[in-house]
């Protein structure tokens, strides 16, 4: 099991991704600042022990402690 960063988790791609990364046994941080994302979007997820949601903007440092990142933090310009 890893301990896994989703920046931008609380969107549609990073909802899904969170979803997988606990479907296939690991823990995952999800950080968002809602700014495109939901808290909805991962809202069944918040039952989950493996699963720990923070409001964070990734402008600003945090230091965690994780073996994985992926980094969808940015707003989708079409």
Same mark, same amino acid.
């Given at each position: 099991?890893?301990?896994?960063?989703?920046?931008?988790?609380?969107?549609? /791609?990073?909802?899904? #991704?969170?979803?997988?990364?606990? =479907?296939?046994g690991h823990e995952v941080l999800c950080v968002d600042n809602y700014y495109t994302g939901s808290r909805?979007? /991962?809202?069944?997820? #918040?039952?989950?022990?493996?699963? =720990?949601?923070?409001?964070?903007?990734?402008?600003?440092?945090?230091?965690?402690?994780?073996?994985?990142?992926?980094?969808?933090?940015?707003?989708?310009?079409?």
């Amino acid at each position: 099991m890893k301990r896994i960063l989703v920046t931008g988790g609380a969107g549609f /791609v990073g909802s899904h #991704l969170c979803e997988r990364l606990i =479907e296939a046994g690991h823990e995952v941080l999800c950080v968002d600042n809602y700014y495109t994302g939901s808290r909805r979007n /991962v809202a069944h997820l #918040l039952a989950n022990p493996n699963f =720990e949601l923070m409001r964070h903007d990734v402008t600003f440092p945090l230091f965690a402690e994780v073996d994985e990142i992926y980094n969808l933090a940015c707003p989708a310009s079409p």
